[in-house]
């Protein structure tokens, strides 16, 4: 079984900075993936990124990188330069690295001011 | 990406009728496919992992006979709430991998919200 943990429930960041969304995991998998996913508030889900376990290398996609620690169980996603369009929620996922079904942690709502 | 298509957006209807929500893999064949709900502000909970030709396997809690589900080709399984009531009232979300996709990321239908009066 996984559990993913988004402490943060809201976050406000002004426009162009840098803001880090915290994710931690606990599973008894030893291979697994990692994903971030954007849901502005029409609805549909946005796939960002994506680390696997045994990536030594942080994940990185344009603005969005992923502070991998795997030690930790940590997974946190850092987004530069935010922009308007980045207001929404952003949810952690993990599954198993053999198994699609993907478990998602409660999600963080992020409000970019101008 | 891969496609994938939900239908319909918004859908109201009344205590005790069903309603059919379809999810379609547009350019992809889709083997598996999931079906997610999400209360306002809340995380997705996965409901049931819809399989081609098989029945659907459903999660714990989760009602089979409130929600049928049939995945009778490779491109569309399609969730329906039989005699829904009130509390049925939510966004429904379905999910497809792509066997094209090295990571293995899922790829989301728009949702479906229903209200039920």
């Known amino acids: 079984a996984q559990k993913i943990t988004q402490t943060q429930p809201g976050m406000f960041v002004q426009e162009k900075e840098a803001v880090t969304l915290d994710c931690t995991y606990d599973t008894s998998d030893q291979s697994y993936g990692l994903f971030w996913y954007k849901q502005p508030s029409s609805g549909e889900m946005i796939f960002l990124i994506y680390?696997?376990?045994?990536?030594?290398q942080n994940a990185t996609e344009g603005r969005y990188s992923l502070n991998f620690q795997k030690a930790r169980k940590s997974a946190n996603l850092v987004i530069s330069a935010s922009q308007l369009g980045d207001s929404a929620m952003y949810f952690c996922a993990m599954r198993p690295l053999f198994d699609y079904k993907l478990s998602f942690g409660a999600g963080t709502t992020v409000t970019v001011r101008a | 990406g891969a496609v994938v298509s939900q239908h319909p957006s918004w859908v109201i209807c009344k205590s005790g009728t069903s309603v059919k929500i379809e999810c379609r893999s547009l350019?992809?064949?889709?083997?598996?496919m999931f079906w997610y709900r999400q209360f306002p502000k809340q995380s997705l909970m996965l409901m049931a992992t819809?399989?081609?030709?098989?029945?659907?396997?459903?999660e714990q809690g989760v009602e089979k006979d409130k929600f049928l589900i049939n995945h009778a080709s490779l491109t569309l399984s399609t969730l329906t709430v039989t005699s829904a009531h009130p509390e049925d009232s939510s966004f429904y979300i379905c999910s497809a991998t792509s066997s094209g996709s090295p990571i293995g990321e899922l790829f989301f239908g728009e949702g479906s919200r229903l209200t039920v009066l």
């Open positions: 350019d992809f064949q889709a083997t598996t």
């Open positions: 819809s399989n081609e030709g098989s029945k659907a396997t459903y």
């Open positions: 680390q696997g376990s045994y990536d030594e």
